[in-house]
Protein backbone atom coordinates (compact mmCIF):
# COMPACT_ATOMS: atom_id res chain seq x y z
CA UNK A 1 0.00 0.00 0.00
CA UNK A 2 1.08 3.48 -0.89
CA UNK A 3 2.10 5.83 2.01
CA UNK A 4 0.16 8.50 0.89
CA UNK A 5 1.81 11.30 4.17
CA UNK A 6 5.43 9.85 2.77
CA UNK A 7 4.71 10.41 -0.26
CA UNK A 8 3.43 13.79 -0.09
CA UNK A 9 6.49 14.84 2.80
CA UNK A 10 9.27 13.44 -0.31
CA UNK A 11 7.49 15.42 -2.69
CA UNK A 12 7.34 18.54 -0.50
CA UNK A 13 11.44 18.25 0.21
CA UNK A 14 11.69 17.92 -3.82
CA UNK A 15 9.84 21.00 -4.18
CA UNK A 16 11.91 23.09 -1.60
CA UNK A 17 15.18 20.99 -2.91
CA UNK A 18 14.34 22.86 -6.22
CA UNK A 19 13.06 26.31 -4.97
CA UNK A 20 17.09 25.88 -2.83
CA UNK A 21 18.59 25.04 -6.09
CA UNK A 22 16.89 27.83 -8.05
CA UNK A 23 17.83 30.54 -5.75
CA UNK A 24 21.79 29.00 -5.86
CA UNK A 25 21.67 29.26 -9.48
CA UNK A 26 19.97 32.24 -9.46
CA UNK A 27 22.47 33.99 -7.01
CA UNK A 28 25.70 32.42 -9.08
CA UNK A 29 24.16 34.33 -12.45
CA UNK A 30 23.81 37.51 -10.87
CA UNK A 31 26.96 37.91 -8.96
CA UNK A 32 28.84 36.83 -11.81
CA UNK A 33 27.28 40.12 -13.80
CA UNK A 34 28.98 42.25 -10.96
CA UNK A 35 32.39 43.73 -12.75
CA UNK A 36 34.69 43.88 -10.35
CA UNK A 37 35.68 47.82 -9.46
CA UNK A 38 38.84 49.35 -11.27
CA UNK A 39 38.54 52.80 -10.18
CA UNK A 40 36.68 53.87 -13.60
CA UNK A 41 33.65 51.85 -14.10
CA UNK A 42 32.09 52.62 -10.24
CA UNK A 43 28.96 53.78 -11.59
CA UNK A 44 28.35 50.25 -13.52
CA UNK A 45 29.74 48.45 -9.78
CA UNK A 46 27.85 50.29 -7.97
CA UNK A 47 24.13 49.62 -9.39
CA UNK A 48 25.03 46.12 -10.26
CA UNK A 49 26.47 45.43 -6.42
CA UNK A 50 23.08 47.24 -4.99
CA UNK A 51 20.87 44.55 -7.13
CA UNK A 52 22.85 41.97 -5.72
CA UNK A 53 22.75 42.93 -2.37
CA UNK A 54 19.14 43.72 -2.28
CA UNK A 55 18.75 40.10 -3.69
CA UNK A 56 20.63 38.63 -0.72
CA UNK A 57 18.65 40.71 1.67
CA UNK A 58 21.82 42.17 2.95
CA UNK A 59 20.98 45.91 1.38
CA UNK A 60 19.35 46.96 4.27
CA UNK A 61 22.54 46.76 6.55
CA UNK A 62 24.58 48.01 4.18
CA UNK A 63 22.49 51.40 3.35
CA UNK A 64 21.87 51.75 7.11
CA UNK A 65 18.39 51.37 6.74
CA UNK A 66 18.35 48.20 9.20
CA UNK A 67 20.05 49.36 12.32
CA UNK A 68 22.04 46.77 14.50
CA UNK A 69 20.12 46.09 17.24
CA UNK A 70 21.81 46.82 20.98
CA UNK A 71 22.12 44.39 23.68
CA UNK A 72 20.88 45.73 26.98
CA UNK A 73 22.38 46.28 30.05
CA UNK A 74 21.18 47.02 33.63
CA UNK A 75 22.64 48.17 36.90
CA UNK A 76 25.68 50.81 36.32
CA UNK A 77 29.95 50.24 37.35
CA UNK A 78 31.15 47.22 38.68
CA UNK A 79 27.00 46.31 38.86
CA UNK A 80 26.50 46.38 35.22
CA UNK A 81 25.12 43.39 34.08
CA UNK A 82 23.58 42.06 30.64
CA UNK A 83 20.19 41.18 30.35
CA UNK A 84 19.65 40.97 26.58
CA UNK A 85 16.81 38.69 26.07
CA UNK A 86 17.16 35.12 24.11
CA UNK A 87 15.34 36.49 20.87
CA UNK A 88 17.26 39.86 21.11
CA UNK A 89 20.34 37.99 20.73
CA UNK A 90 19.21 36.08 18.09
CA UNK A 91 17.61 39.02 16.05
CA UNK A 92 21.67 40.19 17.25
CA UNK A 93 23.28 37.40 15.33
CA UNK A 94 21.39 37.86 12.46
CA UNK A 95 22.25 41.15 11.51
CA UNK A 96 26.35 40.29 12.47
CA UNK A 97 25.99 37.55 9.80
CA UNK A 98 24.18 39.98 7.21
CA UNK A 99 26.91 42.84 7.83
CA UNK A 100 29.68 39.65 7.17
CA UNK A 101 28.11 38.70 4.41
CA UNK A 102 28.03 42.09 2.83
CA UNK A 103 31.11 42.32 3.84
CA UNK A 104 32.21 38.93 1.78
CA UNK A 105 30.27 39.90 -1.29
CA UNK A 106 32.04 43.23 -1.83
CA UNK A 107 35.34 42.46 -1.05
CA UNK A 108 35.07 39.49 -3.27
CA UNK A 109 34.50 42.18 -6.04
CA UNK A 110 37.50 44.52 -5.18
CA UNK A 111 40.96 43.98 -6.25
CA UNK A 112 43.15 41.98 -4.28
CA UNK A 113 45.13 45.56 -3.92
CA UNK A 114 42.03 47.88 -2.46
CA UNK A 115 41.28 45.27 -0.68
CA UNK A 116 43.28 45.90 2.59
CA UNK A 117 42.75 49.94 2.42
CA UNK A 118 38.56 49.96 1.57
CA UNK A 119 37.15 47.07 3.56
CA UNK A 120 35.96 49.02 7.19
CA UNK A 121 34.65 47.11 10.36
CA UNK A 122 30.75 46.99 8.86
CA UNK A 123 29.38 46.38 5.31
CA UNK A 124 27.71 50.55 5.69
CA UNK A 125 31.11 51.52 6.73
CA UNK A 126 33.15 49.90 3.56
CA UNK A 127 30.50 50.69 1.34
CA UNK A 128 30.68 54.12 2.06
CA UNK A 129 34.86 53.92 1.91
CA UNK A 130 34.18 53.09 -1.62
CA UNK A 131 31.27 55.69 -2.70
CA UNK A 132 34.10 58.49 -1.28
CA UNK A 133 36.78 57.62 -2.81
CA UNK A 134 35.18 56.43 -6.42
CA UNK A 135 31.46 57.95 -6.20
CA UNK A 136 32.77 61.76 -7.16
CA UNK A 137 35.82 60.68 -9.46
CA UNK A 138 38.95 63.63 -8.73
CA UNK A 139 41.09 65.21 -11.68
CA UNK A 140 42.53 61.76 -10.97
CA UNK A 141 40.11 59.58 -11.77
CA UNK A 142 39.00 61.62 -14.72
CA UNK A 143 42.04 61.35 -16.31
CA UNK A 144 42.32 57.58 -15.35
CA UNK A 145 38.62 57.42 -17.72
CA UNK A 146 40.51 59.69 -20.50
CA UNK A 147 43.24 57.57 -20.75
CA UNK A 148 41.21 54.29 -21.36
CA UNK A 149 39.69 56.58 -24.44
CA UNK A 150 42.79 57.20 -25.48
CA UNK A 151 44.52 53.65 -25.10
CA UNK A 152 41.42 52.27 -27.09
CA UNK A 153 42.36 49.74 -29.41
CA UNK A 154 40.79 47.49 -32.12
CA UNK A 155 41.48 43.93 -32.41
CA UNK A 156 41.76 42.76 -35.85
CA UNK A 157 40.25 39.47 -35.22
CA UNK A 158 37.71 40.51 -32.95
CA UNK A 159 33.87 41.90 -33.54
CA UNK A 160 34.19 45.31 -33.30
CA UNK A 161 30.70 45.57 -32.48
CA UNK A 162 31.22 45.45 -27.75
CA UNK A 163 34.60 47.13 -28.50
CA UNK A 164 32.98 50.00 -29.72
CA UNK A 165 30.09 49.67 -27.15
CA UNK A 166 32.58 50.22 -24.41
CA UNK A 167 34.02 53.18 -26.29
CA UNK A 168 30.85 54.57 -26.45
CA UNK A 169 30.36 53.87 -22.44
CA UNK A 170 33.68 55.97 -21.70
CA UNK A 171 32.71 58.53 -23.90
CA UNK A 172 29.21 58.51 -22.01
CA UNK A 173 30.77 58.24 -18.38
CA UNK A 174 33.53 61.58 -19.25
CA UNK A 175 30.34 63.24 -20.28
CA UNK A 176 28.82 62.61 -17.05
CA UNK A 177 31.91 63.89 -14.81
CA UNK A 178 31.62 66.95 -17.19
CA UNK A 179 34.78 66.22 -20.02
CA UNK A 180 32.69 66.94 -22.77
CA UNK A 181 34.63 65.10 -26.20
CA UNK A 182 33.32 66.74 -29.29
CA UNK A 183 32.16 64.50 -32.06
CA UNK A 184 35.39 64.77 -34.30
CA UNK A 185 37.19 64.22 -31.17
CA UNK A 186 35.24 60.90 -30.53
CA UNK A 187 35.94 60.06 -34.05
CA UNK A 188 39.46 60.68 -35.09
CA UNK A 189 39.98 58.30 -30.95
CA UNK A 190 37.68 55.60 -33.04
CA UNK A 191 40.09 55.80 -36.22
CA UNK A 192 42.89 55.68 -33.91
CA UNK A 193 41.77 52.21 -32.50
CA UNK A 194 41.27 50.69 -36.05
CA UNK A 195 44.23 48.23 -36.78
CA UNK A 196 46.66 49.21 -38.87
CA UNK A 197 45.82 46.84 -41.59
CA UNK A 198 42.58 49.46 -41.61
CA UNK A 199 44.84 52.38 -42.09
CA UNK A 200 43.53 52.54 -45.71
CA UNK A 201 39.69 52.78 -44.58
CA UNK A 202 40.68 55.71 -41.67
CA UNK A 203 42.09 57.85 -44.18
CA UNK A 204 39.65 57.26 -46.85
CA UNK A 205 37.05 58.13 -44.32
CA UNK A 206 39.12 61.76 -43.05
CA UNK A 207 39.94 62.62 -46.95
Do not use: C
Request: charged share 25%.
Amino acid sequence: MIDVHNLKERSNQTVLLLIELYSYNMSNTVALAIPELNGSNYSEWESTMTAYLRFSRAWGVVSGRDERPKETYSGTGADRVETTSAELKKEIREWDEKDDSAIGIITLKLPKGLRESMVRDSAQETWDEIKTQYGTPRAAGIFGIFKEAINFELREDADPAMPIANLRSIFTRLDDFGLKLTDQIQAMILLAALPRSWDNLAMTMLS
